[in-house]
Nanobody
């Protein structure tokens, strides 16, 4: 059984930083493309960043470029999202999953709240 557990969220002031972690068990991540997504109430979950397994090439949506960094530790089977210079519009629940996502791999997410 695959389990995905996100952690590291919290409440920070604008300009602050957080580091999210996504621990995956039951599946080896090194040969898969994984991504971070976020969702706010009443809106669809959207892609934030992804890390391509074959060459570690990273993709970011325009609004987080230069502020967020996605990495992974294959030995720990964990994906990270370093978030710097946070803005109130980054407030959301953050999830990790493959890209494209597998419906069976959605975890509970971790809440990020950025206050102005």
């Amino acid at each position: 059984e695959v389990q995905v557990v996100e952690s590291g969220g919290g409440m920070v002031q604008a300009g602050g930083s957080l580091r999210l972690s996504c621990a995956v068990s039951g599946l080896t991540i090194w040969y898969l493309t994984w991504a971070w997504y976020r969702q706010t109430p009443g809106k669809e979950r959207t892609l934030v960043a992804r890390l391509r397994w074959m060459d570690n090439d990273a993709f970011y949506i325009d609004s987080v470029k230069g502020r967020f960094t996605i990495t992974k530790d294959n030995a720990k089977n964990t994906i990270y999202l370093q978030m710097n210079s946070l803005k109130p519009e980054d407030t959301a629940t953050y999830f990790c999953n493959e890209d494209p996502p597998d419906d069976e791999y959605w975890g509970q997410g971790t809440q990020v709240t950025v206050t102005s």
